[in-house]
């Protein structure tokens, strides 16, 4: 069996964005030379997100106010008193409705591979959402199967 790791590496220019990372990960499982089997997109962060929708600009607007809606960034966040407390071990962001939305998007997305190919729907894309932008991001991607 096959385990291949890769990193994308990317940097988002918003607090919240939607980066569309389809084409990296399709050339990891290419380099994987894996044919049957799955690939895991995960992100080691917790204000990123990973998730599968389709690559649509009015949708990404939809997305963005929907995730505002449900985690509104005026709302009072202990994690935020926590950064501000903890001085040195703090990021130095009033981040607590990043980590909650993250918290519905989750941290990772599998995709069967077939005949080296993933098996996507028409529409669907991976996408890496940014929570807590702009900054450096690291992604990883791992490809197991045969
Ligand atoms: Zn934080």
New binding site residues.
Partial sequence: MIVHKQKIEKESRSQIEFIDITHEVEEAVRESKVKNGQVLVFSPH??VGISINQNETLLMQDFQRLLYKLVPIDERYS?DLF?LKSGSKS?G?S??H??CKNLILGVSEAVPIEEGKLLLGKRQNIFMVELDGGRKRDIIVQTMGE
Wanted: hydrophobic fraction near 0%.
């Fill in positions: 917790t204000t994690h950064e990021d962001r981040n607590g990043s980590h």
